[in-house]
């Protein structure tokens, strides 16, 4: 059995990076070795080396790696290892090295090396680069010995490369040493020409075993091509592919490399529907960097990025293009995602902020057409007028509450429930609005429908979306299929992973067979106030208000267009494993009684309207703008209201705050708190402070009469 010969490389490692260094370090740290038989070259009557021997000559490396954080310290380590008679073998240099007053940067330090040891294999290593290739190699000449590694690499990867340049350095070596040898012997000793010959022929054979380790350290560089972290191809000066790798021909739908090989990657471009020629962008520079293109597969978009450089020849005739195309399609879809939870985000923000404004404005609107109305004379002009008055004004009520709910800031009410009998209603109701050349298919194939959500809201997506399918085919006909069915991983559409298994979602679906979805807008519909209606037809809040209350319940949606075919909605909501049954209050009988009421507002006109609106049904009312005043007011003769009714949104005390003082007063006096926006109200805060009901502005006659007839009926 052949002894192991162990050989030592030294290595030179520089980056800015300490933990790279340690990297570096770290990774190469165990031995191979390298086939080495040959067949014999030569006839039988050579002695040729035999298994053993050439076996007993197999490089077993071991690293030595010198480190070095700047360029200055790998200058100095070079010059040392120079003056010691110890060269290195590979210097690993990052490009970006942090550049000081007077130090080298990393293309500077691989030239000055290269400088020193011409032999030295030096690897050159970024994450990201904008030097031309061509500079770099003439820079740090020959181009055989300079090698880019793309940061972030495998382990496996940067060992094989440290193991098939060393293997490569210590060929070189010794094919240089025997071609010495061979010069000096063939001038020294011609007369032992017959000995001589025999010596050579041995070094052949040798030097046939280097070939067989070279033609190894090749095939994994070809291992390198062949990874398929990025689409990798080299095609002739006519465009026909030369080569490829598997990532490459699953990006283009070849079934194999081979498959791949002889079609022009020109057409192969054209094919895919990219925007912009890929001869047209090569004319320019000869070379793409990171060109960011969208090809089309079907109806789904595929971003892809683009590096492609053109091989001229001496003369400047291009001899081959070579390209490398990484998909980027999945971190643009996050990217995609992101942009429209900010901008839902930002338009939430905004509507929390007018919120309380303008339901105040139509409060005022609201409260004097109640007034008014209730004055005026059945069937006369002023009834009419005022009727439109209040029609319009519940419309922008409507159109607030569309807002809120978009924005995840409306009231909510979730419980349990089952999902097919609201379905169910809701076509119910739509069958009267929808066309009569739309038909109605429902498919209720869940086995298990119970969901945690707010009736009210699940009812508004239905609308939306039935009535967007029925306004789609309202021309030409068609079928509205609403389909409600349990999700499994084999489906076509499943939730994000990040939201758990698809088992644990309802899926329904609503399909229509109209013309589709514009492919010029489709990025746009879940956009507010975006609306490809006529003006009068749509505010542009439907499915922008869908999006905010599938979001708000923890669900997912997902649109699938097909332009002349249809357009398909699959809302993704969380099952429920329990039902659950909810306590709703009943309103009482409208209670007209005498009594004493303290309300609170900053807004004057509305707390004019309210003074109207209590003293017509008989109570004696105290109103302030202030809640400084209205609770020193209230601390003058506690005893003496029956009830406190109070803005929420005020300046210097909010109104679960001046609650939170009245009822220290008075721990049993019915509070009623009004709002037309606030993140901090909640039905269970409520409860905690103890106030007795909650209403949402514009506060309508009805609704402040029925709270207070159940407050003052517990009494």
Request: hydrophobic share 40%; net charge negative.
């Amino acid at each position: 059995m052949a002894t192991e010969n162990t050989t030592r490389f030294r290595v030179l490692a520089v980056d800015h990076d300490e933990s790279m260094l340690t990297l570096y370090r770290d990774v190469l740290c165990y031995e191979s070795e390298e086939p080495s038989a040959l067949e014999a070259l030569f006839s039988d009557d050579v002695q040729l080396p035999s298994r053993e021997e050439i076996d007993a000559e197999a490089i077993k490396p071991v690293f030595d790696v010198e480190q070095a954080s700047t360029p200055r310290e790998g200058l100095t380590a070079m010059m040392h290892a120079q003056e010691r008679g110890e060269p290195f073998t590979i210097a690993l240099i990052d490009i970006h090295l942090s550049v000081e007053e007077d130090c080298l940067a990393g293309l500077d330090l691989a030239a000055h090396i290269r400088a020193m040891d011409p032999n030295l294999e030096i690897v050159l290593l970024s994450a990201k680069h904008h030097i031309p290739l061509k500079e770099i190699n003439r820079r740090v000449p020959p181009p055989e010995k300079l090698l880019f590694v793309q940061k972030p690499f495998r382990s496996p990867e940067l060992k094989q490369i440290a193991m098939s340049l060393c293997s490569k350095w210590d060929v070189e070596n010794r094919l240089r040493d025997l071609n010495e040898t061979l010069a000096v012997k063939v001038e020294a000793r011609t007369s032992e020409l017959n000995a001589a010959n025999r010596r050579l022929r041995l070094d052949i054979s040798k030097r046939a075993a280097v070939l067989r380790q070279l033609q190894a350290s090749e095939k994994r560089y070809r291992l390198l091509f062949e990874k398929d972290i990025t689409g990798n191809f080299a095609a002739d000066s006519d465009g026909l592919i030369l080569d490829c790798n598997v990532a490459f021909a699953d990006l283009f739908d070849f079934t194999s490399p081979q498959d791949a090989h002889g079609t022009n990657i020109f057409n192969v471009w054209e094919r895919v529907g990219a925007s912009e020629s890929l001869r047209d962008l090569l004319a320019g520079l000869g070379r793409l960097s990171n060109h960011e293109v969208v090809f089309r597969h079907g109806v789904l978009r595929r971003h892809l990025l683009v590096s492609c450089d053109t091989v001229l020849d001496a003369e400047g005739n291009t001899l081959e293009y070579r390209g490398y195309i990484f998909d980027i399609s999945e971190p643009k879809r996050l990217e995609e995602q992101l942009r429209q939870s900010q901008k839902m985000e930002a338009l939430g923000t905004l509507a929390g902020g007018i919120a309380h404004d303008f339901n105040n404005i139509l409060g005022v609107i609201l409260g004097y057409a109640e007034i008014i109305e209730s004055s005026a004379e059945p069937e006369s002009g002023l009834d009419r007028r005022i009727k439109e008055v209040s029609r319009a004004g519940r419309r922008a009520r409507d159109l607030v509450t569309q807002i809120l709910n978009f924005s995840r800031q409306g009231p909510q009410e979730r419980h349990a429930m089952m999902l097919a009998p609201l379905i169910k209603e809701a076509l119910k109701l739509l069958r009267s609005s929808v066309p009569t050349n739309v038909e109605i298919i429902s498919r209720m194939e869940a086995a298990q429908d119970n969901v945690m959500a707010d009736p009210t809201q699940i009812h508004q997506i239905m609308l939306n979306l039935c009535g967007n399918a029925a306004f789609a085919m309202q021309g030409t006909g068609g079928t509205l299929t609403v389909t409600m069915a349990d999700v499994s991983g084999a489906d076509e559409v499943v939730p994000p992973e990040d939201l758990g298994k698809p088992e644990r979602f309802l899926r329904l679906t609503v399909a229509d067979t109209g013309p589709g979805i514009d492919p010029a807008v489709i990025d746009r519909v879940f956009d507010p106030f975006f609306t490809t209606k006529k003006q009068g037809e749509g505010t542009g809040m439907g499915l922008a208000m869908v999006h905010g209350i599938v979001k708000r319940h923890d669900g997912y949606l997902e649109l699938e267009n097909r332009p002349g075919h249809g357009a398909t909605f699959h809302v993704f909501l969380p099952k429920n494993s329990e039902i659950g049954r909810t306590d709703v209050d009943t309103p009482a009988d409208l209670v007209f009684r005498e009594g004493r009421i303290l309300f609170v507002d900053d807004e004057k006109p509305l707390v004019d309207i309210g003074r109207e609106m209590l003293e017509s049904c008989g109570f004696e009312v105290v109103t302030r703008t202030s809640s400084i005043e209205a609770l020193e007011a209230f601390k003058y003769k506690a005893n003496d209201f029956d009830l406190v009714i109070t803005d929420q949104t005020m300046p210097n005390m909010t109104g679960m705050e001046f609650a939170r003082e009245v009822l220290k007063l008075r721990p049993n006096i019915p509070i009623i708190l009004c709002t037309g926006f606030s993140d901090a109200v909640s039905y269970d805060r409520l409860r905690d402070v103890g106030i007795g009901d909650f209403i949402m502005k514009p506060i309508l006659k009805h609704d402040l009469m029925a709270a207070i007839s159940r407050l003052l009926a517990k009494e």
